[in-house]
């Protein structure tokens, strides 16, 4: 599906980003591989690890259409990964956060449709389900431009979808970093925010792995989950520092202690596939009728029952101390 196609990947300089191209790399020969992002550091060092004649390297925030427009010229497959993440961090600076996350997700698809682009999909979070917090109310507003997007695509051949999963390990700012930082330090005792506290686990490359499939599954205006297992915080500490005492530190601003990937109220439109689920649009396009009971793959799904949510505190794989501390370790070679 690659094969001498042109990709770009917004925010691409970023943890996915390079597991993205890396895996594309190794299993395809795409005509162009666009990494668009903001950080000239964090470009300038993947230029010396990507050399690729394929690899070009776009300056550019995803709050400029103009410069976004620009990029996409002549590119097939679009990837939106740029996203103001930190719950935090949103919380305290919510027009920055709304500026990247929605206005950015906005800008995205025009120059999308600008551009005549295939296919995009975005990338979401599982705090986009029932939203406590800043970050995960503009991914949700994200998510339903990108699905809306589809209605608005007329005569153009793009189409938009969304994957949403859970907490990476390994990734900037996670949990695994900061605890494997703080034993390194010295620290005597590992915060925990509550100890009841579950999070949805999966490796970047699962992640990427996801993503490569869905471009060929998807219709359009699908929002695509994985079924993957959940962890237990308290768990998650043992696995990385066994033995040593933990202290609680409270929940954090706009932190939730279990995490939603389908919520309860979607569960009309959710279908249960082998390995994931998929939430069709609220919204009927009018350009074509969709069965998203089947995917372009010819795999099927079925619906779940009313009431079905998909929680992190329910989940009916929950990872063992053991093997959070084996699947930690691989998923950060």
């Given amino acids: 599906m690659f094969e001498q196609k042109s990709i770009l990947i917004t925010g691409g300089s970023g943890s996915f980003g390079k597991m993205y191209i890396r895996q594309i790399l190794a299993r395809y020969r795409p005509q162009r591989l666009i990494v ?113 997007a589809n209605n608005m695509a007329g005569s153009h051949r793009t189409r938009f979808a969304v994957v949403r999963y859970g907490n990476v390990v390994g990734s900037r700012g996670s949990v695994v970093p900061f605890f494997e930082r703080l034993i390194a330090q010295g620290a005597t005792s590992l915060p925990i925010t509550h100890e009841n506290m579950t999070r949805f686990w999966i490796s970047l490359e699962q992640g990427v792995e996801f993503v490569l499939t869905n471009f060929t599954r998807m219709h359009g205006g699908e929002i695509f989950i994985p079924k993957i297992p959940s962890v237990r915080i308290m768990d998650l500490a043992e696995a990385i520092a066994p033995g040593m005492p933990t202290h609680v530190v409270g929940i954090r601003p706009g932190e939730k202690l279990h995490e939603i990937m389908c919520p309860a109220d979607d569960s009309h439109l959710t279908y249960e596939f082998g390995d994931h689920y998929v939430i069709a649009p609220t919204i009927r396009f009018h350009h074509v009728d969709v069965d998203f009971a089947t995917n372009r793959l010819g795999e099927e799904g079925a619906r779940v029952e009313q009431g079905f949510e998909y929680n992190s505190g329910t989940n009916p794989h929950f990872f063992t101390v053991e093997e959070i501390r084996a699947f930690n370790a691989k998923a950060m070679l």
């Fill in 36 to 148: 668009y992002s903001r950080d000239e550091l964090k470009q300038f060092e993947m230029q010396q690890e990507f050399t690729d004649p394929c690899m070009r390297f776009f300056l550019g925030d995803v709050r400029d259409r103009e410069r976004l427009t620009q990029a996409m010229r002549g590119v097939d497959f679009v990837i939106h990964a740029a996203a103001m993440k930190q719950v935090p961090a949103a919380e305290y600076n919510p027009t920055e956060c709304i500026r990247t996350n929605v206005n950015g997700a906005e800008n995205v698809i025009a120059a999308a449709l600008a551009n005549n682009v295939d296919r995009v999909i975005a990338l979401s979070t599982d705090k986009a389900a029932n939203p406590i917090n800043l970050y995960g109310a503009t991914k949700l507003v994200s998510d339903k431009l990108f699905v809306a």
